[in-house]
């Protein structure tokens, strides 16, 4: 009996996929109810039994990751698969992560969620940088119940993986491989169109007059038209991508062992750059030493090369030139040099002479040993560790252009170190009895993290040989800067966890944790988190006995966790920074020491039930409420010596959602299985207080966002655009103002009273849009027919908004110097003109909500279609075992009216200061489209 398990929202609901039930009756639903019994899963310290979970959580199984790309990050392997879980790609860059939100906005800080690898605290880029084939399912807690569990650092949720392990039985080899391309998602499919040579040199004649330049003739046009060509074509390439793994398996009663190697390359989008080159090994191995004590080990290495491009707003970023540069402009000038362009930089003499790579080490490694103390009691022990070595190199080489701009004709180079170093020790007592009916498990520990910091970088200029290695520090001759920290955090926690359950019919669960934080000062170092959750499977009460409905699951619960990572480390002592004032040194108090500070708190409730009828049709539904108390955020103070900086408890934020899951087989027999599945998210953000009474506070990387209490957060304010008068093609917006100024006409619209003249002052806040979606989730769909096989998944969110400033720039007549998409055309020529874009002047267009966007999208995430071969093909004597080949695609197609890819969270990553996760679209990598063919090997 071939049986797949799948983990839905706030507690387990199953599907069976390929089972071996040729008819239904008593006999099958009962083994079903049995095999469903004796699933356990991962629920962070502890696995509990399927049945008895009553947290809110969802599990990501390995198959799933598998129908998706080996170098897309595993943060974006997550988008669409889990109610509640709401991730945005940062870009379509090979090995980029995602901003991930669980059940809403975690603080006015957006802190990640905390990740755990194999009982491991570590980062979002650890997680990341794992190998997706290595990893067994991915667990992630959402409620009080579940995250409790994790104290201090779980009030944004937390993502617990679990990596694949040895298993009893004769040795098993697997060997994967995958090659493929991607190519850029077309503009047509993004909604807009760029001009060719033609249409741009007509669109400047044509605005001339009122942007002020001269005209071209005819024949200029003609000869500039002949040299059209894309730049597209000349910046992008489709990438290259390759994929290997090798991994065994096996063991017997005592002993079991898993290894791999592995190794990713993709090369990227952009002509030049090799994008990513990650190399992966993992090592484990359990052994049963004697009847009463067992050990275990677990190392793994990933090592990753990554090329970079600039993500700024200007052309050193390559997509800013390639739209920029006119498609008359050649690519070299007379003399042989690269062409600055329309674009106003050589992107392609940069790309070679100005290059910028990281190069990451990462090793982990853990060790355990099991005590059985009695047959219901043990302890267990276990240390853990990780050591990552994260560098990386910036390069002005000696007569580049950039050289010339910067004044370091000679050359110039940075090169930053940075050596993180974490351990934890765990020490636990598990107690796991049964009286009768009543079961109860219980766990104590105690618990120390040490993490520690220690980065440098330095910057020299003038390369002494040009022969010798241009990325070697000592090969400069004039010392620039140079600066380092070090820094150590430390966590102390003791907690306990309960759990008794009577007869698996009534649950209630509780946990309890006390932290210790090095972060705060001597007045609030510590913090108690609790959680208490209670459940009722009405379908074992007799009155269902004899239903097709074996479960259903009432579930509540609520408790409080929090949060220490908005703030670094040392802000409860007063920071000192060495600087000049005027000749002479002088020391300066930058940060002052906020000793009474206190923790991030959230108070979680939830309420759920989950629901399998007839083994066919599963379901879940929550609905939850977090208050998330004393957020912590720097705020600027001042004294008679000049500014300061400090952090303080700023303000309360309130989450509530419904989210809801969906399964249902329509055909499910021996040969012949058709799921349908999705899920569905709806979040409510608010803002209920801000510190000393303050109302609103402006935020956001252009100071285009704001806090207002009593709204959802980071709302936009911006003057508002009125449209474009149809007399004489003036550009309006609206005003609060009571008297105009020189030279301005007030008018009285149906929207209100409007103004000719822009005044940055009449920005309002708009209170019905933000950045983040009122609604999101994923759909899809398997089939399988003997060993034929395809899946298909969706994503999609609704209710967001962003500021779309590529869209200002290729509109934008006062930039009349860079190319412009074909809607650019349509501006006000004639009275009673309508529906168009304003009269082209010198001051062109403004960042109004003319250009705040709905980011609404679906897309066509990943298909894959496979078949295996097994022994049936290969024969009984065969060294194979299964072999299957697979076709995939992934970002296949997305519906949205968007003009550019709404779902990239970040507009620019150089550039995220203050930044807030998808309020406005620019020019980072784009998402891509994938294609590629797979074939797995088992023997």
Not at 917 to 927: D, F, K, R, V
Request: aromatic fraction near 14%; avoid cysteine; hydrophobic fraction near 35%.
């Amino acid at each position: 009996m071939n049986v797949k398990l799948r983990v839905l929202s706030a507690g387990v609901m199953f599907f069976l996929g390929q089972a071996a039930f040729a008819q239904t009756g008593t006999k099958q639903d009962t083994l079903a109810k049995e095999k469903q019994i004796e699933e356990v899963v991962v629920t962070g310290y502890r696995t509990k039994k399927a049945d008895e979970i009553i947290q809110a959580q969802s599990v990501i199984s390995s198959k799933e990751f598998s129908e998706q790309q080996s170098t897309l990050s595993m943060t974006n392997m997550l988008q669409g698969k889990a109610p509640g879980v709401f991730v945005q790609a940062n870009s379509g860059k090979p090995g980029d992560g995602g901003a991930i939100q669980i059940r809403g906005i975690s603080g006015l800080s957006n802190s990640d969620p905390l990740v755990v690898i194999d009982g491991m605290y570590t980062s979002i880029a650890q997680y990341n940088a794992l190998n997706p084939s290595d990893v067994e399912s991915v667990t992630i807690l959402k409620d009080a119940a579940s995250t409790a569990q994790y104290g201090s650092r779980a009030a944004s949720g937390v993502i617990v993986v679990t990596t694949k392990k040895g298993i009893s039985g004769k040795p098993t080899y697997m060997f994967q491989t995958r090659f493929g391309f991607s190519r850029k998602v077309s503009d047509k499919e993004l909604n807009f169109q760029m001009m060719d040579a033609n249409q741009k040199l007509n669109w400047e004649n044509s605005v001339a007059d009122g942007v002020g330049i001269a005209t071209r003739s005819q024949e200029e046009i003609a000869l500039l038209s002949a040299q059209n060509h894309d730049w597209q074509k000349d910046v992008l390439q489709n990438s290259s991508e390759e994929s290997y793994l090798f991994s065994a398996s096996g063991g017997n009663k005592k002993d079991t062992y898993y290894y791999s190697l592995g190794y990713d390359h993709n090369s990227g989008i952009i002509r030049n750059l090799d994008g990513l080159k990650r190399y992966t090994a993992r090592f484990n191995f359990e052994s049963q030493v004697s009847d009463k004590f067992r050990i275990g080990v677990n190392t793994s290495l990933q090592y990753q090369i990554v090329e970079n491009q600039r993500d700024l707003y200007n052309a050193q970023n390559p997509f800013r030139f390639m739209y920029g540069a006119n498609p008359y402009d050649p690519i070299f000038n007379p003399d042989g040099s690269y062409n600055s362009t329309g674009a106003g930089f050589p992107f392609l003499e940069a790309v070679k002479t100005n290059p910028n790579f990281n190069k990451n080490l990462r090793l982990n490694g853990s060790i355990f040993g099991e005590y059985k103390i009695t047959d219901y009691l043990k302890f267990r022990s276990t240390a853990l560790g990780t050591y990552a070595q994260l560098k990386g190199w910036s390069s002005i080489f000696s007569g580049s252009t950039l050289s010339t701009i910067l004044g370091y004709p000679t050359g110039w180079l940075s090169q930053g170190n940075n050596d993180l170093f974490n351990y934890t020790i765990n020490n636990r007592l598990d107690f796991d009895k049964s009286f009768g009916s009543h079961n109860v498990s219980a766990t104590v520990f105690h618990e120390f993290y040490n993490g520690r910091s220690n980065a440098m970088s330095s910057a020299k200029s003038g390369i002494n040989n040009s022969l010798l290695d241009p990325y070697q520090l000592s090969n400069y001759a004039t010392p620039l800067t140079s600066s380092g920290s070090r820094t150590v955090y430390t966590l102390n926690s003791f907690a306990g966890l309960l759990d008794y359950n009577y007869d698996k019919k009534y649950f209630v669960s509780a946990s309890l944790r006390r932290d210790g934080s090095s972060r705060f000062g001597e007045n609030n170092k510590n913090g108690t988190f609790w959680s208490v959750s209670g459940g009722w499977n009405i379908a074992k009460e007799n009155f269902l006995a004899n239903t097709k409905l074996s479960t259903f699951k009432l579930r509540a619960s609520y408790g409080t966790v929090g949060n220490d990572a908005p703030i670094p480390d040392y802000v409860n002592l007063d920071y000192g920074s060495f600087g000049l004032y005027g000749a002479a040194p002088t020391t300066f108090v930058t940060v002052a020491g906020s000793p009474d500070l206190k923790w991030e708190v959230a108070k979680m409730q939830n309420y759920g039930f989950d629901f399998v009828y007839g083994n066919r049709l599963r379901g879940s539904f929550e609905y939850f409420i977090t208050k998330r108390n004393d957020f912590l955020q720097s705020v600027t103070g001042s004294d008679v010596y000049g500014g300061y900086t400090f952090y303080k408890n700023v303000g309360d934020l309130e989450n509530k959602g419904l989210e809801a899951e969906l399964s249902y087989d329509i055909v499910k027999n021996n040969n012949f299985n058709w799921n349908l599945h999705g899920n569905i998210t709806n979040v409510k953000n608010k803002l209920l207080s801000l510190k000393d009474n303050e109302q609103e506070r402006i935020t956001g990387a252009y100071g285009d966002s704001v806090l207002k209490v009593g709204e959802m957060p980071y709302i936009f304010k911006m003057v508002r655009y009125a449209g474009v008068n149809p007399d004489n093609g003036e550009a309006l917006y609206y005003t609060n103002r009571a008297t105009a100024n020189a030279g301005e006409t007030f008018y009285n619209l149906e929207g209100g009273k409007a103004t000719n003249v822009y005044n940055s002052s009449d920005a309002t806040n708009i209170t019905d849009k933000s950045p983040f979606p009122k609604v999101f989730g994923g759909f899809g769909t398997s089939f399988s027919y003997k060993k034929f096989d395809v899946s298909a998944e969706f994503s999609y969110k609704y209710g967001g908004w962003a500021l779309n400033y590529a869209e200002l720039d290729r509109l934008d007549p006062a930039q009349y110097n860079t190319n412009k998409s074909t809607d650019a055309v349509n501006f006000w020529k004639n009275p009673g003109d309508t529906n168009v874009l304003p009269k082209p002047t010198d001051a062109g267009l403004y960042s109004t909500d003319q250009f705040l966007q709905k980011t609404d999208y679906i897309r066509f995430r990943s298909l894959s279609v496979g078949y295996t071969f097994d022994k049936t093909f290969f024969g009984d004597n065969s060294l194979i075992n299964s072999f299957r080949v697979y076709v995939q695609g992934q970002n296949l197609y997305i519906w949205t009216k968007f003009k550019g890819d709404p779902e990239a969270a970040v507009g620019l990553s150089e550039n995220t200061a203050n930044y807030v996760p998808s309020s406005y679209y620019a020019y980072t990598y784009p998402i891509v489209k994938t294609f590629s063919i797979g074939f797995d090997l088992k023997f």
